[in-house]
């Protein structure tokens, strides 16, 4: 198939335009043209939601296959499009964390790790998140860090548009005190 | 977007996002295709046993009778209803041959969570069709690729054969089923097409040895 198509793409051939066409639209490209738009961010918002970097690309090695296997044909808008990837990953860090409750003695270690940082470092801000609760955290990192409006919050975590509100004031309360202590 | 707070706006922009671990694409690759094709064996699995028990629950499909004697050829069209998701009605094709791992070949169309024709060899029934989704027509359709690219081949063995398609309304299929004598399917042909602008979507040359399999530019 490739020799096939480096020859009719020597020669102008439809038969190119043809197979490229039909190569850009398998699921695997939608999706990896997917990643290639939101991982950078999903990344920071499962690293400030675990606060431990070493479990991040396994939580999201889950949330990316659960993702790919279920991949929509299409979306309606980018906004449905984000609402529904960090739906998964949120579910995927809350399996985490239930996980890790089982398992304190790991979470020990990683609080160590954040002791000696320079004040506002990505570790401790990890820390300062790991202050509030997981549902906090969530609402937090999807308004402030992302930047969703309030429904769009609402969608991905499926509360009331007044608990994102509600979570929401109490999460930056309780971070700028945990904050500025440090 | 406007509801940002920019003191912890800006604090949580510290949050360096973690590298990739080493072989970490590799590692989603493998496992997705991995889980896949435990999902497409269970698949075919779970439809094996809902033919074996369509046999006895008559009512909820409609099990097309064959003279037993000495084989039969059943040949019926069926407009059937998709669902639809995201505007396009979506159908899913899969059609496996002989494999050491299943009890039976086959061949099954499905919409998101029904199943709309089925048959394998596992029963004594040729042809089994979600009589909700699918109706009895009489409308022309050639058994044949005409119009398609050209099709690929699976032999025995080949694990997963499925394919995605998307269509601006309902489907026209096209079933023929050669059965032996006690009403298992020998080979079948199944030429699928829109139903609206009657243009062809795939089609399927079945037997337990081999699967030959034509798909339109709706379908991937």
Redesign the interface.
């Known amino acids: 198939m490739e020799a096939v198509l480096q020859l009719a793409a020597r020669r102008r051939d439809p038969l190119y335009e043809l197979g490229v066409a039909?190569l850009a639209?398998?699921?695997?490209r939608r999706f990896e043209n997917l990643l290639d738009r939101h991982e950078?961010?999903l990344?920071?918002v499962a690293?400030?939601m675990l606060r431990d970097?070493h479990r991040?690309?396994d939580v999201l090695?889950e949330t990316?296959?659960k993702a790919?296997?279920k991949l929509?044909?299409?979306?309606?808008s980018e906004r449905q499009e984000a609402v529904w990837l960090y739906r998964i990953l949120h579910r995927s860090c809350l399996d985490e964390l239930r996980r890790r409750r089982r398992r304190p003695e790991v979470f020990a270690e990683v609080e160590v790790e954040a002791r000696g940082e320079e004040p506002?470092?990505?570790l401790l801000?990890?820390a300062?998140l790991a202050e509030l609760p997981p549902e906090s955290r969530a609402v937090?990192?999807l308004?402030?860090?992302i930047?969703?409006?309030?429904e769009s919050a609402a969608a991905v975590l499926g509360v009331p548009r007044g608990t994102v509100a509600s979570r929401?004031n109490g999460a930056?309360r309780r971070?700028?005190e945990v904050?500025r202590s440090e | 977007m406007s509801d940002r707070d920019d003191w912890v706006r800006e604090r949580l922009a510290r949050l360096e996002p973690p590298p990739r671990r080493p072989g970490f694409d590799e590692e989603l690759w493998e496992r997705a295709e991995a889980r896949e094709r435990t999902l497409a064996r269970r698949w075919r699995l779970a439809s094996v046993a809902l033919a074996a028990v369509a046999a006895t629950a008559v009512a909820a499909a409609a099990v097309l009778a064959t003279g037993r004697a000495s084989g039969a050829t059943i040949d019926r069209t069926f407009a059937c209803t998709t669902q639809v998701q995201g505007g396009l009605h979506v159908f899913q094709i899969e059609a496996w041959p002989r494999d050491p791992q299943l009890p039976a070949a086959g061949v099954q169309l499905t919409t998101l969570t029904q199943m709309l024709l089925a048959f394998n060899t596992f029963g004594h029934q040729p042809l089994a069709v979600d009589e909700s989704s699918c109706r009895a027509v009489k409308r022309a359709v050639p058994l044949s690729g005409k119009g398609l690219p050209a099709a690929s081949t699976f032999n025995v063995g080949y694990v997963h054969f499925t394919a995605r398609c998307l269509l601006g309304g309902r489907l026209l299929v096209r079933v023929r089923v050669h059965t032996d004598g006690s009403g298992r399917p020998l080979s079948a042909l199944l030429a699928l097409r829109m139903e609206k602008r009657n243009l062809p979507v795939s089609f399927i040359r079945w037997s337990p040895k081999r699967v030959v399999a034509a798909l339109g530019s709706r379908c991937s």
């Open positions: 039909r639209v398998t699921p695997r950078p961010m990344r920071r690293l400030g970097a991040v690309d090695q990316y296959l790919y296997r929509p044909v299409r979306f309606e506002g470092s990505s801000v990890a300062a937090v990192l308004v402030d860090l930047g969703f409006d309030y929401l930056r971070l700028r904050l």
